[in-house]
């Protein structure tokens, strides 16, 4: 397995390990490590009950006697909502807008996976600020996955490994509602960072066969030819998202524009998934 730090974001599977299993010398690596040096760990809240149409304000504590990597997100409720994330005591949002849970809110069994690992040290927090778009009551329970490091060495590894560098979500600039003819929305990449896309995930409201749509990029780069494409056969909700093979760089400032149609009246939730560079400073290899 190599580094503990890189446990939770595998990029190929090892299909050697896959057959055999792990060998002596990689056990040998677990069971020679401290009991408390890196533990899979979730975190969540006790869960709430939003009124139709209603929002508030969750907050998920980390506990004073280690330091939190996110590796990815699930929840239940009892119906659809939007989540914005951002830490706590950071002024800088995970997304430039409320996402839809269907489109990044996994399961137990399949969290979302967060496309960058980010560090909330101890006595921080997660803050998420939910609203209900169903129109009836809703309660919500959220789940933050990731790995709790007990070592203060092993935190300053990741720090030097990742500093700078932080996962990030986008969504499109207002609400993507969609008729029975040609309908344009946006999604605008902010001034200040530049936007390395790891993954799409989309839901619509009519759950609907037949939404489709065009993407295109302001640089003039084709994301895909111009005729249209069905959603549900080029990505997947929060529990399979296009994994792109090859990451998307989108400049700062640039804009996506998404073309899209249905047969009936729908609303259309895209989520590209990626990392951001947030402040100078280059992660070590």
């Known amino acids: 397995m190599g580094n503990g730090l890189l446990l939770p974001f595998p990029i190929f599977i090892d299909i050697e390990r896959e057959v055999l299993g792990m060998n002596r010398i990689e056990l040998d690596k677990y069971f020679s490590r401290g009991k408390d040096e890196l533990i899979e760990t979730v975190l ?101 996955h990731g790995y709790a490091i007990y070592k203060e060495s092993l935190s300053r590894k990741f720090e030097e490994r ?55 990029h302001s640089s003039g780069n084709q994301m895909q030819n111009s005729e249209y494409i069905k959603v549900s056969a080029i990505m997947g909700g929060a529990q399979y998202p296009k994994i792109l093979k090859e990451p998307t760089l989108f400049a700062a400032g640039s804009v996506v524009s998404i073309t899209a149609q249905d047969t009936v009246a729908d609303t259309f939730y895209i989520v590209l998934g990626g990392i951001v560079k947030r402040i100078e400073g280059k992660a070590k290899a």
């Open 44 to 144: 969540t809240h006790a869960p709430i009950t939003l009124a139709a149409n209603g929002s508030s304000e969750i907050s998920i504590p980390v506990p004073s006697s280690y330091d939190f990597v996110i590796s990815g997100i699930s929840g239940h409720s009892t119906s659809t909502y939007s989540a914005k994330l951002s830490s706590v005591g950071d002024t800088f949002p995970f997304s430039n807008n409320s996402l839809h849970s269907s489109a990044f809110i996994g399961t137990g069994n399949i969290p979302y996976e967060f496309p960058y690992p980010f560090m909330v040290k101890k006595r921080g927090g997660l803050r998420v600020e939910v609203a209900d778009l169903s129109g009836a009551g809703n309660t919500i329970q959220i789940q933050i």
């Open 162 to 216: 990742h500093i700078g560098y932080s996962p990030f979500f986008y969504t499109t600039d207002s609400t993507f509602s969609v008729a029975t003819t040609d309908t344009d929305q946006t999604i605008s990449i902010v001034k200040d960072f530049d936007f390395l896309c790891t993954k799409w995930s989309y839901f619509d409201s009519n759950s609907s066969t037949n939404l489709k749509m065009k993407m295109q």
